[in-house]
Nanobody
Framework: QVQLVESGGGSVQAGGSLRLSCAAS????????MGWFRQAPGKEREAVAT???????SYLEYVKGRFTISQDNAKNTLDLQMNSLKPEDAATYYC?????????????????WGQGTRVTVSS
């Protein structure tokens, strides 16, 4: 059974940093696309950053230059370093593993998701 467990969320002031981590069991990171998503109250879930099996990364335009996604295949962990946080970044962040090698939305919808970790950013 696949389990993804996020950690590292919390409260921070605007301009601060947080590092989210996702630990997987029953799943091998190196084969499929992995990603971080977020959902704020009243808004749709959106992809924040993805990393393909070949290491290519993709970012939401709004977080480019501030967030960095990385994975450690040996430890089976997926991290999201978030710097220069803004109040607009506040949301519940989810780790997800695609059900395919591609990073499409449909691939993630057929994959696996963690329970989420909450990030609060105060101005």
């Amino acid at each position: 059974q696949v389990q993804l467990v996020e950690s590292g969320g919390g409260s921070v002031q605007a301009g601060g940093s947080l590092r989210l981590s996702c630990a997987a069991s029953g799943y091998t990171y190196s084969t499929n696309c992995m990603g971080w998503f977020r959902q704020a109250p009243g808004k749709e879930r959106e992809a924040v950053a993805t990393i393909a099996s070949d290491g290519r990364t993709s970012y939401l335009e709004y977080v480019k230059g501030r967030f960095t996604i990385s994975q450690d295949n040996a430890k089976n962990t997926l991290d999201l370093q978030m710097n220069s946080l803004k109040p607009e970044d506040a949301a519940t962040y989810y780790c997800a593993a695609s059900g395919s090698s591609g990073c499409s939305w449909s691939g993630f919808m057929s994959g696996y998701w963690g329970q989420g970790t909450r990030v609060t950013v105060s101005s």
